[in-house]
């Protein structure tokens, strides 16, 4: 094939936006598509095959877009882009960008950044019950919790309830100094983290002390009947199944349920079934029922952890099987 050259504008003010420091983004771009970028004057010329340009000047436009709209230009919005273009998936980010669920203390806006995150708050927009599963990283519970945040100071719901089950990830902490709120507060400190962010802490303390915010461990909820409340269930991977129908029957008039899980990251005891793996199965399909399934793309933190999580699902998808192959093996001597 030969060689096509192709030419764009991208403004002084936007070209270190889109680049990156010391032009590591568009050598990503380069290096990507084996492509080449010459800047002169504001002027980019791309060049390389004709496919390869194309999709890197549809990069280059969305990121010069994205940085027009006052976004600062991240790794991860540049791995986003590279992967939607190597797949040729489809799927507007611009569009994504534009709506802005909430923000920060800081005035940051709080965006969907991905496809599988753009899904999942449109579950939540949509339905009464939404399940966000995915790895570490994927902004499951902050998502939720802009929602929730956003919903309350609209006056859709009357208050936010925010759980998950008091569980040590791995390791015994043994008993803890304090009142009953100063043990089980460092199982939820994650919670407090995200609402602080993004509703600031003298606000967050206002209300809770109103009862409109309220941060407790699952076991609290039996008995109870939650209405008109944005309701989200944080690491639900570590519920029993009867905590889990314990929760979903707690559920009244007027109210918003998330819940959130990694079903690769539970602490529950050796051969302890989780109540979010039964759920899924119980109320999949029901009407009014979301079930979002986020992965490795939806990654949001440091390019590294997506690196890391990726890892890990090649891992344990060449362990599984490797046991179904020596499952066959052992049936085939027992025949």
């Given at each position: 094939m030969?060689?096509?050259?192709?030419?764009?504008?991208?403004?002084?003010?936007?070209?270190?936006?889109?680049?990156?420091?010391?032009?590591?983004?568009?050598?990503?771009i380069e290096r990507t598509f084996h492509?080449?970028?010459?800047?002169?004057?504001?002027?980019?010329?791309?060049?390389?095959?004709?496919?390869?340009?194309?999709?890197?000047?549809?990069?280059?436009?969305?990121?010069?877009e994205l940085s027009r709209r006052g976004n600062v230009i991240t790794e991860q919005n540049v791995n986003y882009l590279i992967s939607l273009a190597m797949e040729d998936e489809a799927?507007?980010?611009?569009?994504?960008?534009?709506?802005?669920?909430?923000?920060?203390?800081?005035?940051?806006?709080?965006?969907?950044?991905?496809?599988?995150?753009?899904?999942?708050?449109d579950a939540m927009?949509?339905?009464?019950?939404?399940?966000?599963?995915?790895?570490?990283g994927t902004g499951k519970t902050y998502l939720a919790m802009a929602m929730a945040i956003a919903a309350f100071k609209n006056n859709e719901v009357a208050r936010i309830i925010l759980t998950r089950p008091a569980i040590e990830a791995g390791e015994k902490l043994g008993f803890l100094p304090g009142d009953l709120q100063s043990k089980i507060d460092p199982?939820?400190?994650?919670?407090?983290?995200?609402?602080?962010?993004?509703?600031?802490?003298?606000?967050?303390?206002?209300?809770?002390e109103k009862g409109l915010i309220e941060v407790a461990p699952l076991a609290y909820m039996r008995g109870r009947t939650l209405d008109n409340a944005f309701i989200i269930l944080d690491e639900a991977q570590n519920?029993?199944?009867?905590?889990?129908?314990m929760?979903?029957?707690?559920?009244?008039?007027?109210?918003?349920?998330?819940?959130?899980?990694?079903?690769?990251?539970?602490?529950?005891?050796?051969?302890?079934?989780?109540?979010?793996?039964?759920?899924?199965?119980?109320?999949?399909?029901?009407?009014?029922?979301?079930?979002?399934h986020l992965t490795s793309k939806d990654v949001v933190r440091h390019p590294l952890v997506q690196k890391i999580v990726k890892a890990y699902e090649n891992y344990e998808k060449k362990e599984e099987s490797q046991r179904r192959g020596t499952r066959r093996k052992s049936k085939k001597y027992r025949g």
């Open positions: 030969g060689i096509l050259e192709r030419t764009m504008q991208i403004p002084t003010e936007h070209e270190a936006n889109v680049f990156g420091q010391l032009d590591t983004y568009a050598k990503k492509v080449t970028l010459i800047e002169r004057n504001g002027e980019i010329k791309i060049m390389g095959e004709e496919g390869r340009t194309k999709r890197a000047q549809e990069i280059l436009e969305k990121l010069l799927g507007d980010v611009l569009e994504m960008d534009k709506e802005v669920i909430a923000y920060t203390v800081q005035g940051k806006p709080v965006k969907a950044k991905t496809l599988g995150q753009k899904s999942y708050v927009k949509k339905d009464m019950i939404v399940f966000g599963l995915g790895p570490a199982y939820l400190r994650p919670l407090y983290d995200a609402l602080y962010q993004i509703m600031g802490a003298e606000s967050f303390l206002k209300n809770s519920t029993t199944p009867a905590q889990m129908k929760f979903l029957t707690r559920i009244g008039f007027g109210s918003k349920v998330v819940i959130t899980g990694d079903e690769t990251q539970k602490d529950l005891p050796s051969g302890q079934t989780s109540g979010l793996d039964v759920a899924v199965r119980v109320v999949n399909g029901l009407d009014g029922i979301s079930i979002c």
